[in-house]
């Protein structure tokens, strides 16, 4: 199978895969099962999602890796692309049932990998219904699942040109001089509005409709931040730079990032081209 036959495979067993995702959610708001390789607690949610899109991306002709946020090493699964996965990202949210989702990268690379090897993209939004985006070949899609269905509801997607909202992850005090400078001059301009859901990707989707930006940036505690580069930063910089928007560290487009580690952190933010520009120039 061609290169974009296999993404198209991934992205129809993602769909597939969502309803039930969402299904499995009720009976596990709570029960917790460890710790992921970051440090961060493991619920009951994140491993069924885990092991339900394991067993179905591997089987994938085509795909050659699987690896997840929530365990250390990649798995082999036979020859071909390799998938990055983070099957339920923004699960503290479960238990005040606000947003998640599940977000997939596509690399043309073994892993870890840089977001310029990516060939594909996608998340689920799991809101009050269930959407997914797509970024392959050069083009981003907004669809809606029903019974594992997509539907496309917006095609060639591009990021509103008056941006409108903003969210920013860390706490404000951890945040760096020169990244609360950034924020004053965004929270003084009376068209963008503060939208933070804590779920990366409800966030991210939020930017991607209206307009905007969304960052988990490096903190005094923590340079690096808290998102991963190959399970969140570099899909989602991947969708918002198809989309005609930028991602960037606080210097340049994290799909330039050359990635040491597997679960490696990086300064994420992503949305609207001026936004970001002005971002890099605060930070400069
Ligand atoms: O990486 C998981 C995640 O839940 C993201 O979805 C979200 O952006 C971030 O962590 C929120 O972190 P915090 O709880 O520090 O605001």
Redesign the pocket.
Known sequence: MDHANVVEEVFEVVAQSAPEIRGALPGRRTETSGQNPSG?LRLAADDYADELLEERLGEIDGVGRYASEETEESVDTGDGLSVAVDPL?????LKPNNTMGTIVGVYDAPLPAAGRDLVGATYVLYGPITTMATAVEGEVTEYVVTDGEREAVRENLTLPEDPAVYGF??RVPDWTEDFSSFVEGIESDESLRLRYG????G?VNQVLTYGGIFA?PALQSASEG???LQF?GNPVGYIVETAGGRSSDGERSLLEIEPDELHQRAPVHVGSTELIDRLEDALD
Do not use: A
Not at 89 to 93: I, L, Q, T
Not at 198 to 201: A, R
């Open positions: 961060e990202d923004g699960s503290s949210n992850g860390g804590g779920s990366m990707i966030d988990y808290k998102l991963r969140e």
